[in-house]
Structure formats: structure tokens, C-alpha cells
Nanobody, 125 residues
Framework: HVQLVESGGGSVQVGGSLRLSCAVS????????MAWVRQAPGKEREGVAA????????YYTDSVKGRFAISLDSAKNTMNLQMYSLKPEDTAMYYC???????????????????WGQGTQVTVS
């Protein structure tokens, strides 16, 4: 049973930075593909960034390329999302998601993921 717990959200000014972390526990630990998915009020879930189980391949939605960086820390069983140059449109609840099987090319699709954290709020103003 995989458990995901996010932390690091908060309020920041436009142009500021935040670092989100997702603590992973459970038998699969870091052997899953993992992603950050966000949802703003009244909008659908949006895959923001994803990383493969080995931490070799990363994927980003176009709106965050060059501003966000996803990474794994296998020693600490955590996944991180470093966010720079934040914009008001980045405001959302950010969720950590994980699954052992993700179809190639669909790494940013929220529907691909089975395990989810409770979310952490990011507000940019």
C-alpha cells in the first residue's frame, strides 16, 4: 500500500519560488513513476511534471518548462518539485501521484495514476 504525503506549499509573490516535497512510503517505495498534478478551482486536474522510477526521464507540461524541476531523492524516499518564477496561474492544489505502470507518452495524464496524496496548496499573488 503506497502512501504519499505532500509538504511545502504556501503563499508566495509573483516571481517567487517554492519547493514541494512528497514523502513516499509503502512496499513499492521509489519504484513507481511519479508525478505532480495540480487542480485550480473550477478547472480540471493538470499533470505538471512527472519522473520515471529511476529518475532518468522527466516530463513537463509546456506552461512550466524552464521554471519547474522535478527530482527524486531515493535515499530519503521523497520526490520534489522546485518551482521558480511563479505566476498567478500556478495557483492550485498540488497533488503527488504514483503508479507502477504508466503508458508511454501518457506520463502527465492524471488518469494514469492510482495513488494520490492529500494535496498541498500553492497560492501566487
Amino acid at each position: 500500500h503506497v502512501q504519499l504525503v505532500e509538504s511545502g506549499g504556501g503563499s508566495v509573490q509573483v516571481g517567487g519560488s517554492l519547493r514541494l516535497s512528497c514523502a513516499v512510503s509503502g512496499y513499492t517505495n521509489m519504484r513507481n513513476c511519479m508525478a505532480w498534478v495540480r487542480q485550480a478551482p473550477g478547472k480540471e486536474r493538470e499533470g505538471v511534471a512527472a519522473i520515471d522510477a529511476g529518475g532518468t526521464y522527466t516530463y513537463y507540461t509546456d506552461s512550466v518548462k524552464g521554471r519547474f524541476a522535478i527530482s527524486l531523492d531515493s535515499a530519503k524516499n521523497t520526490m520534489n518539485l522546485q518551482m521558480y518564477s511563479l505566476k498567478p496561474e500556478d495557483t492550485a492544489m498540488y497533488y503527488c501521484a504514483s503508479d507502477s505502470v504508466i503508458l508511454s507518452g501518457r506520463e502527465l495524464e492524471a488518469s494514469q495514476y492510482t495513488y494520490w496524496g492529500q494535496g498541498t496548496q500553492v497560492t501566487v499573488s
